[in-house]
């Protein structure tokens, strides 16, 4: 046996596809949430700052109280994640990886499970809000912990292109980390285009268990190699 089958976490799916996988569920959480829940991001906190101003001028199709609830939540979600890491973070990666993505499961499977019992209740967006933002939280802390390079968040993608386009040899660059930018890229549109399909064609409750399912896979095979 070698040394790197030997060590903890060296077996299973390496992080660059696990959060290049996540990406395209944060694509297609941001499609299920912007699309069927009014106009408001779940993942991309970016976004939200900014329809939270368009909501807090009056534009139409835009909540205040929706936007709001996803920010809180996120923030709720990112300081447990938060605790989550410094806790375990001395011990393999693959522990607290696999762990918050359980959560994630956990989480989004109960938005999906709240979709389908009453799929056209407040009370029903409200909940969907709130669970899909606060596992969004929990995972972009964990991922930032990893830190794993060319893949700092699956969420947004603004540092991620300038990155691409900085660091590329026409920015002066040597392009070393361009194909998992590119990727991750990649992966965002294909999220959002399959969670806008299924979001148009079938409801909410279709993609927020691809979702889950998707998540909890990953948390099963995740390892901890980079």
Known sequence: M??????????GLRLVFVLLGL????????????????????????G????????AAGAPGFSVP????SLVCFLLGAVAGGRVTRRLGDGPKRTWARLTLAAETMLVGGAA??????????ATRYAVIGLTAVAMGLRNATVRKLDVPGLATTTVLTMTLTGLAADSRAGGGSGRRSPRRSAAVVAMAAGACLGAWLVLHHG????????AVTAGAFAVVASGRE
């Open 23 to 46: 990406t395209v569920v944060s694509g297609l959480i941001d499609a299920v949430s912007y699309l069927g829940l009014g106009h408001v991001f779940t993942a991309n906190m970016t």
């Open 204 to 211: 909410l409750g279709i993609p927020l268990l691809v979702a």
């Open 66 to 69: 929706h936007t709001a609830t």
């Open 113 to 122: 499970a709240a979709a389908f019992a009453a799929p056209h209740a407040t």
């Open 2 to 11: 070698s040394v790197s089958e030997s060590e903890p976490g060296a077996r």
């Open 48 to 55: 939200n700052v900014v329809v939270l101003g368009f909501a």
